[in-house]
């Protein structure tokens, strides 16, 4: 998942096609720049990034340790400006980043140092201290946010693709039963099972064996159907509690869980002077709808490279002011986790930190599901 130390980030660029057509890679061409022009550049987003306010050359001369004057920087700013890498807002004598700006010095990122000790500790904490995937998942989208004071997006993997690897019906009461469904996944489904009025111990341990040889292994979202078989051809005397079983399992087992979202951070958006009202509005009400931020994040997430996009490069519109940095994880399908923030973040902080917790994530999920 990391990069050598002397090479630049890999990081891919995603552009929806058409309705219905996958997406594919951008490849946009940028004109080459010397290198005291990728310095001024530099300078600019790194300042921009650190105090928000547009960059003047005086202060590029000093960031950047430029022996040369303010006038030539100037030189070097008005060619940056006619490529679309920075613009000038309002009638500021300074210079802020555009989105194609930040997307070359993205590009030009070489790897950062590993996170510090103690916010290295704090991931491997509280992401060793989960119970099970469902609660490493929810400590994931809570550390990603402290890290990065950003919004934290983590996706569980797809529930479709889960198969059973445990089914137990447990006794609960003269009429009812607890039906646990363990997927390997790590996903823990439990249905209430309303027994006939005549069923004992004995029907309870004949069907777990039913269940244990004819429906453990199957897919999630084929349980219903399966149990449905195993009506039509159960004994007399199992049917009705094999039908009890089926009815429980009626919800939609793969349905619950397909855009299982963890969110986190959102406190961060609202006390961002980036975005204007609108913007910030139309950002929140979207981290609403879980399903667009899990179709969202997995397109990004389509191989195993970091991923950054950044303003336009968006395909939900709402989001055009934002920057999305992602990595997918694996447990038998693929997962994803990431930031979401304004196009104004720290991107080498914020990549840096992304890494960390997906190894980590990765590490811990590798640890339970053994």
Do not use: C, W
Not at 122 to 136: I, M
Not at 196 to 201: C, K
């Amino acid at each position: 998942m990391t990069a050598s130390e002397d090479q630049p980030l890999q990081l891919t660029v995603r552009v929806p096609s058409g309705p219905g057509e996958a997406d594919v890679v951008a490849e946009e061409p940028t004109a080459p720049l010397d290198d005291r022009k990728l310095v001024v550049l530099r300078a600019i987003v790194t300042e921009y990034i650190a105090h928000g306010e547009p960059v003047g050359s005086k202060r590029v001369v000093e960031a950047a340790g430029l022996d040369v004057s303010p006038a030539t920087v100037r030189n070097e700013m008005g060619a940056l400006e006619e490529l679309g890498l920075i613009e000038q807002p309002h009638t500021s004598a300074g210079r802020v980043p555009t989105d194609r700006g930040y997307r070359r010095f993205v590009d030009d990122l070489r790897t950062g140092a590993p996170l510090d000790d103690p916010r290295r500790e704090l991931v491997e904490e509280l992401l060793g201290s989960a119970h099970d995937v469902e609660d490493l998942l929810a400590k994931t989208s809570s550390v990603l946010s402290q890290l990065t004071r950003l919004v934290s997006l983590v996706i569980a993997p797809a529930i479709d693709a889960a198969r059973l690897k445990l089914v137990e019906l447990v006794s609960l009461t003269p009429g009812s039963a607890l039906l646990l469904l363990v997927a390997d996944t790590g996903r823990v489904d439990k249905r209430l099972v309303e027994l006939p009025a005549a069923t004992t111990e004995a029907d309870l341990d004949r069907v777990r064996v039913v269940l244990g040889e004819h429906v453990r292994g199957h897919r999630l979202g084929e349980v219903h159907t399966v149990l449905g078989e195993l009506v039509e051809g159960a004994p007399a005397d199992l049917r009705e509690v094999l039908v009890a079983v089926r009815d429980a399992t009626a919800g939609g087992l793969a349905d619950d869980g397909l855009h299982h979202v963890f969110v986190g951070g959102q406190a961060a958006l609202v006390g961002e002077e980036t975005f204007e009202r609108d913007q910030l509005s139309r950002v929140l009400q979207l981290l609403e709808e879980r399903a667009t931020l899990a179709r969202l994040l997995a397109d990004a997430t389509a191989d195993d490279d970091a991923v950054v996009r950044i303003g336009n490069e968006n395909q939900v519109e709402d989001l055009h002011a934002t920057s999305l940095v992602a990595q997918r994880y694996q447990l038998v399908t693929a997962g994803s986790l990431g930031v979401l923030g304004p196009t104004r973040m720290d991107y080498a902080r914020v990549l840096t930190a992304v890494r960390a917790v997906a190894d980590q994530l990765q590490e811990t999920l590798t640890d339970l599901s053994s």
